[in-house]
């Protein structure tokens, strides 16, 4: 069981660095046809105002962008404000790429002990799968409150009808 969890993560990490190596020469493709465009911009403008005029140009309009797209990357993410709230929650607060791999375990957690008939340890595993897919925030269950005992209250927005 290990050896084919072994086997399907290499094969998934063997994929994404192929992946990645055709993504970082399309990139450097494009770089390369970004500068021939800027050679080009600027044969152009140094033509019509002069190498000066030209570089002053074209370095003015690439600071500006560059600057905006700083802007646009440095913006507050409004998510962050619900990562806070989860963290306040919870008491921690994980990356998705921390629970990725922790339902990756879990699900072969559950998937070994069924395998083996242990219903406890089985239940365990996609109780704690249930639990990263929430906070993944693919669906919320109604958790209870282990301090006092109680189920959370239905709200006007769980009530089902009729």
Known sequence: MIDQLVEAITGIAKAAAVKLAV???IGVTILIGIGFLLAAVFIYLAAQFGA?????????????????????????????????ADKAKTGTARSEDALLFDMLIHAAHAGYATGQGDKSQMQDGFERLFAD???????????????????DRETADTKMAG
């Open 23 to 25: 993504f970082a020469v």
């Open 52 to 84: 000066l005029g030209a570089a002053l140009g074209l370095g003015t309009v690439l600071v500006a962008l560059g600057l905006v797209a700083l802007a646009i990357v440095l913006q507050r993410d409004p998510s962050d404000g619900i990562a806070r």
């Open 133 to 151: 897919l929430s906070d993944l925030g693919a669906f919320d269950r109604p958790f209870s409150d282990p301090e006092t005992g109680e189920k």
